[in-house]
């Protein structure tokens, strides 16, 4: 079983900053890509950053230049550390990962899994 457990959510000025973490654990061989999503009140939910494996990252438009995603493979864990914090950023992050596990023989199979979420609120 995976678990991935975000942590670092809570309520902030408009300017502050927050760093969000995510952990996973169980039993997986190793993750490709992890990354962020977030879904704002009354709204889809939107990808936020991305990390490959690699170290590639990718951003929305809207938080490049003041976000920055980071991971740390020796612990499982996806970083999201966001700056300049506008109320438009208010929702509930996910972080998500690409999990590889053993398959049959030498195979491998991928399969995505989601934490359960962290409400970030931006409010003065």
């Known amino acids: 079983q995976v678990q991935l457990v975000e942590s670092g959510g809570g309520l902030v000025q408009p300017g502050g900053s927050l760093r969000l973490s995510c952990a996973a654990s169980?039993?997986?061989?190793?993750?490709?890509?992890m990354g962020w999503y977030r879904q704002p009140p009354g709204k889809q939910r939107e990808l936020v950053a991305t990390?490959?494996?690699?170290?590639?990252?990718d951003y929305h438009d809207s938080v490049l230049g003041r976000s920055t995603i980071s991971r740390d493979d020796a612990r499982n864990t996806v970083y999201l550390q966001m700056n300049s914090l506008k109320p438009e950023d208010t929702a509930v992050y996910y972080c998500?990962?690409?999990?590889?596990?053993?398959?049959?023989?030498?195979?491998?199979?991928?399969?995505?899994?989601w934490g359960q979420g962290t409400q970030v609120t931006v409010a003065s």
């Open positions: 998500v990962g690409h999990m590889v596990f053993h398959g049959k023989g030498w195979d491998r199979y991928e399969r995505e899994h």
């Open positions: 169980g039993s997986f061989l190793s993750i490709n890509t």
């Open positions: 990390i490959t494996r690699g170290g590639r990252t």
